[in-house]
């Protein structure tokens, strides 16, 4: 079984673009939710999407936006890039919407804002 | 508020040694604390984890330690080999994953 799937792995932007990733779930899981990971740091929540809604949303600007598609496969949009927006963004997949049962980790997409 | 202090920063430890990795949190809503190993370029991947219900929990060589009064739970990696060498991440979950800070744990040979 495949696990969960990001593309790109890596990306450069310049800044004032827009940036789309994207993201697979491991099959079965309906719950997608995206960490933002500076380096150095660890993994900041972004949002959840549980059955192609959105069921919660952490501290980040409305620049970043977000959604579930019906195979619940989930794309993660960033507009207006900042030099600050580079870091790793990952996805998390799990079965279910509480997230106190597993969650599986993408590998990532490193983003890069020049 | 929704946070989880982890210490020490960073970690060295001989091989065959003992890795102690500590964490704290504030909301009692907590309700799974699971621990994330990342290597370089790579995602987190799951541990080990356990409920509050539970003071201790034992998968092979790694065993968490929890103090539901304290507030507190550790992560104690026994006979710690250089393949352990990685950066470690408590974790504290309600809807969405709360992370400590990490800790860059580099076993020696």
């Known amino acids: 079984d495949a696990g969960v799937t990001q593309s790109p792995t890596h990306l450069i932007k310049t800044r004032g673009q827009h940036v789309t990733l994207r993201c697979s779930p491991i099959?079965?899981?309906?719950?997608v939710s995206w960490y933002q990971q500076v380096l150095g740091q660890g993994p900041q929540f972004i949002f959840q999407y549980y059955e192609k809604e959105e069921r919660g949303r952490g501290n980040f600007p409305d620049r970043f936006s977000a959604r579930q598609f019906p195979n619940y496969s989930s794309e993660l949009n960033v507009n207006a890039l900042l030099l600050g927006d580079s870091a790793l963004y990952l996805c998390?997949?799990?079965?279910?919407?509480?997230?106190?049962?597993?969650?599986?980790f993408g590998q990532g997409t490193r983003l890069t804002v020049v | 508020q929704q946070q989880v202090k982890q210490s020490p920063q960073s970690l060295i430890v001989q091989k065959g040694g003992i890795s102690i990795i500590n964490c704290a949190y504030e909301n009692t809503a907590f309700d799974y604390f699971p621990w994330y190993q990342q290597f370089p370029g790579k995602g987190p991947a799951l541990l080990i984890a356990i409920r509050p219900d539970v003071s201790e929990k034992k998968e092979g060589r790694f065993t968490i330690s929890f103090n539901k009064s304290a507030k507190q739970f550790s992560l104690h990696i026994m006979d710690s080999q250089p393949g352990d060498s990685a950066t470690y991440f408590c974790?504290?979950?309600?809807?969405?994953?709360?992370f400590g800070s990490g800790t860059q744990l580099t076993v020696l040979p």
């Open positions: 974790a504290a979950t309600t809807r969405q994953l709360t």
């Open positions: 099959s079965g899981h309906k719950s």
């Open positions: 998390a997949s799990s079965l279910t919407v509480t997230m106190n049962t597993e969650a599986f």
